[in-house]
């Protein structure tokens, strides 16, 4: 059974830094394709990041790409989202998730199978 736990959300003002964690179990983030997605209420879920788990190539949404960085510790098995000079914007459950692996990102919620709980970010303003 796979299991992604998310951590690390919180209230933060407009500039600050986050890092989210998402530890995975039941399955090796280093051959899983893996993304963070967004939502807020109203809101279809976003696109933030995605890592492919055999190329390890990255993918961002526009909104986030220079300041959002993905990155996995395989030792560890878990993802994380470095979260830069936040933006009010920003705001949203931030979810963890896996998929089957492959050399492509993918990007769209629909690839993927397991998803976490959820970590909520809240930017200030």
């Known amino acids: 059974q796979v299991q992604l736990v998310e951590s690390g959300g919180g209230l933060v003002q407009a500039g600050d830094s986050l890092r989210l964690s998402c530890a995975a179990s039941?399955?090796?983030?280093?051959?899983?394709?893996m993304g963070w997605f967004r939502q807020t209420p109203g809101k279809e879920r976003e696109f933030v990041a995605a890592?492919?788990?055999?190329?390890?190539?990255?993918s961002y949404a526009d909104s986030v790409k220079g300041r959002f960085t993905i990155s996995r510790d395989n030792a560890k098995n878990t993802l994380y989202l470095q979260m830069n000079s936040l933006e009010t914007d920003d705001t949203g459950v931030y979810s963890c998730?896996?998929?089957?692996?492959?050399?492509?990102?993918?990007?769209?919620?629909?690839?993927?199978?397991?998803w976490g709980q959820g970590t909520q970010v809240t930017v200030s303003s």
């Open positions: 039941g399955r090796a983030v280093s051959s899983t394709n």
């Open positions: 890592i492919s788990g055999n190329s390890g190539a990255t």
């Open positions: 998730a896996g998929g089957p692996n492959g050399y492509f990102v993918r990007r769209s919620p629909a690839n993927y199978n397991y």
